[in-house]
């Protein structure tokens, strides 16, 4: 009896074999894919959250580092890639710092 992709799906005990059979192996394009796209989901999210912990609106973010709203907005929601210095202006102007680490 042939296995369908929903009985692979329910019989997963990892979040790594949930992963491997939705988005491919780690190494695959569709997974490198999937890995990019949660990243930048990730840093989207982290910029939102700690724009609303220092109190500000995208507004008042962007008037603070130079930027515009709706670039602020785009960036929130994932609709636009960002520069490296552009990442550290606006967290700088969140009162953060950023740290990179290479893997």
Known sequence: MKKTKEDALMNCNTLDELLN???GEVGTPSRKEFDKETEAFCLALTLKEERIRAGLTQEQLAEKIGTKKTYISRLENGKADIQLNTLFRIFEGLGRR????IL
């Open 21 to 23: 059979i939705e988005f």
């Open 98 to 101: 950023v740290q990179l680490t």
